[in-house]
């Protein structure tokens, strides 16, 4: 209970700092039109020389798409910088005054940084989700939308514990950037359906760096793909994936010795 | 003329050795580039054997041998970012490297240019890797290999003169984050590096005859995977040489306004 109220005291404060800087604003939709034209134009020519790709349409390619942008989105407010800031902090040796706090440490890490313009992404991916949706003429039960926002949710958990495994590498080995630079660009793989990419891809997709979970996954979820075995093993995995990613930020807090004191 | 080229060849042999000893953040970097080209060849090899062994003219060897070519020509595109001369005006970094004896971009182009010898050796690693993955399709004559070895040089002069027009930009406003964007859309689309341009519609394929952006990309590559006519291959260098004059001589008149524009900001 603590822990929520603590994360929203800090999501207020970083919206109220961002929404001083108004012009960011127009300067991140216009950045996310751009991704969302590249993305497009991508589709568009796929689809010129074909019907479908691995059994997708263009049009469920087209929610794939949404929730790429949608989750990247989140990725970039909510996790990325507070990651960042973690990783700054350990090299600088800067993360004794967080861990001295009085409040659990890995959630205190989590809710400091938000990037409240970032969710122009979010709105555009949205948008496209919705015209997706509605132009496949599909009604969504109640059960579907359920299962939707829950494995959005279990995808969102997944990355936010694989980025915290990286982020504690640092209590290690010092500089990861370039391992933070390796990420963004496998998370473009999630454009695309996994399915399409060769085994041992699509398995290290899945289970070592999870973009499957974020944005496949619920596409299966929206398309009547996913199936009951799946979802629970995304809960699975999702479980393992927090509990693992904990211990390992823990671990790295006992070792680390900070500089400043 | 002899002094300019005794700077370029100190100038490389330094940025040589400096980039070897980061030769293990280099990789990582060349790694995270890896994932682009891969996605792309994947999507566009399910493609062609849905349509039963080829698209455009491309079998998924061929696409294969396009992208593991890309990740080189990629990389030789890198170079001084219009971010970097962002920085160095804001912060007035420039007042220094004006006080030099020789226009700054010589420097860039030295120094990114001995880089590219670093990035050359790591690579040849790389693609052997990819080779054995994606099994591309590649047989090379003599001449393509000589013209792809100047073509790709070519490529990183004629990105470098654009990169520093945009970067230049920043002499009259301060932040361009978002033209740069643009900028790098267009050329995703328009250079071949999204995919071979003879798979783009025809009417995209004609606007970029016009536009530098083919020469940096599509050109080089298709230099040593095609099977261009030698008189299309010369023609290519001949255009490339034609994009890097206009780029130098704008460069030029750029520098010449910006230049009066800059007040040293910074110390």
């Known amino acids: ?261 | 003329m002899r002094r300019v080229l005794d700077f370029y060849a100190q100038f490389m042999r330094l940025s040589i050795q400096e980039q070897f000893q980061y030769r293990v953040a280099n990789y990582f970097y060349m790694i995270g580039m890896i994932a682009e080209p891969v996605i792309y060849l994947v999507v566009w090899s399910t493609v062609a054997e849905a349509q039963g062994g080829q698209v455009g003219g491309y079998t998924p060897g061929e696409f294969a041998a396009y992208y593991i070519v890309w990740t080189l020509v990629r990389n030789m595109n890198l170079v001084f970012t219009p971010y970097g001369w962002e920085y160095r005006i804001q912060k007035g970094q420039l007042s220094m490297e004006l006080l030099r004896p020789m226009h700054p971009i010589h420097n860039d182009v030295a120094y990114f240019a001995g880089w590219k010898v670093v990035v050359i050796v790591l690579w040849i690693p790389l693609a052997i890797f990819l080779a054995w993955i994606f099994k591309p399709t590649l047989n090379p004559t003599l001449i393509q290999g000589v013209v792809f070895f100047f073509a790709i040089w070519g490529a990183y002069l004629i990105r470098t003169m654009s990169l520093s027009l945009l970067g230049m930009i920043t002499f009259w406003t301060t932040r361009v984050g978002a033209l740069y964007e643009l900028y790098f859309a267009l050329e995703l689309v328009l250079s071949g590096r999204l995919v071979p341009m003879t798979l783009m519609p025809a009417w995209v394929q004609q606007v970029a005859a016009y536009l530098p952006f083919q020469w940096t990309f599509f050109f080089p590559i298709e230099a040593l995977v095609g099977n261009l006519p030698t008189q299309q291959l010369l023609y290519g260098l001949g255009m490339q040489v034609l994009w890097i004059t206009i780029g130098i001589i704008a460069v030029n008149i750029m520098w010449r306004f910006g230049i009066r524009r800059f007040s040293a900001v910074g110390n």
């Open chain 1, 1 to 261: 209970m603590h822990s929520i109220r603590l994360a929203g005291t800090f999501l207020r404060i970083a919206i109220t700092n961002e929404l001083q800087y108004r012009v960011n604003f127009f300067i991140q939709i216009l950045q996310s039109l751009i991704s969302l034209a590249i993305g497009l134009i991508g589709l568009a020519l796929v689809f010129d020389y074909t019907s479908d790709l691995n059994g997708w349409s263009a049009n469920e390619l087209l929610m794939v798409m949404g929730i790429y942008l949608l989750m990247g989105g989140v990725i970039r407010a909510a996790i990325q910088p507070n990651m960042n800031r973690l990783m700054q902090e350990i090299r600088e040796g800067m993360l004794d005054y967080a861990l001295t706090k009085p409040a659990d440490s890995q959630v205190l890490v989590s809710v400091r940084e938000f990037r409240f313009w970032q969710l122009a992404d979010v709105a555009v991916g949205a948008v496209v989700l919705g015209v997706a949706f509605s132009r496949s003429g599909q009604t969504l039960s109640v059960v579907q939308a359920l299962a939707f926002i829950a494995v959005l949710l279990m995808g969102a958990l997944m990355i936010y514990s694989f980025w915290l495994m990286i982020t504690s590498s640092a209590f290690w080995i010092i500089r990861v950037d370039e391992i933070v630079n390796l990420f963004e660009g496998i998370y473009a793989a999630g454009r695309w359906p996994v399915g399409i990419y060769p085994n041992w891809l699509r398995l290290s997709l899945t289970f070592l760096i999870p973009v499957a979970f974020a944005v496949t996954i619920p596409a299966e979820a929206l398309t009547g793909r996913l199936t009951l075995p799946t979802l629970l093993g995304a809960l699975a995995l999702t479980v393992f994936f927090l509990a693992i990613s904990r211990w390992i930020f823990k671990l790295g807090a006992r070792n680390y010795s900070g500089a400043s004191a």
